[in-house]
């Protein structure tokens, strides 16, 4: 048998703060129904010899769709830009471009373990959700979310050997000889060249 994927929970976002390049807490987004994603990779072919002589692959961004349950009062204000306003009682929708990035992970098992992923720097558009009146078969409403991912630069190693990385999603899993990572990836988003935080 090969190896297939199923089960998606465990959907979380947290946000990045520009002035201090870190990430705040994860936070759940509760009613994880389906997560799609469709990678934008470009192909150059370089010729020589009269003929193809390698073909230089890239992905530049990775746009998606999040589908749950319902939206929760942190959704709204921290991924599509809303405001929840006491004077009035109104939760409403800015305008204004949403300017917040988050990482988002979620978790996904199979017949070969389970795996945990994030994308670094994610954006989310406005969702999109449907009402519809009982029938004697009542289906449950969601909410779907399109999000686009792109790179965030991570810097790995000190001084001299230094270098930076643009890294656009990263994943791990709890099989194998260490599985530390996948064991402490809810306790702070993990990025790379730090080791987990174990709590």
């Not at 795996?115 to 289906?139: C, E, I």
């Amino acid at each position: 048998m090969g190896k297939v994927i199923y089960g998606l929970k465990n959907v979380h976002y947290a946000i990045y703060n520009e002035q201090t390049k870190t990430y705040g807490d994860w936070k759940s987004i509760p009613g994880a129904v389906s997560m799609s994603s469709d990678a934008d990779t470009t192909q150059n072919d370089f010729y020589a010899d009269d003929a193809v002589y390698a073909t230089i692959s890239a992905t530049a961004k990775e746009t998606g769709t999040v589908e749950f349950a319902a939206i929760t009062d942190d959704m709204y204000s921290d991924l599509f830009n809303y405001t929840v306003e006491s004077t009035s009682g109104l939760t409403y929708q800015n305008t204004e471009p949403v300017s917040a990035t988050v990482a988002l992970g979620y978790e996904v098992s199979g017949n070969e373990g389970k795996m945990r992923g994030v994308r670094y720097n994610v954006t989310f558009t406005s969702p999109s959700q449907s009402s519809n009146t009982m029938t004697d078969s009542t289906n449950p409403d969601t909410v779907t979310a399109n999000y686009t991912a792109v790179g965030r630069d991570f810097t790995i190693g000190t001084g001299s050997s230094a270098t930076t990385v643009n890294v656009l999603k990263a994943h791990c899993t709890n099989t194998g000889e260490t599985h530390t990572a996948y064991d402490n990836f809810w306790n702070a988003v993990i990025v790379p060249g730090i080791a987990p935080s174990n709590g």
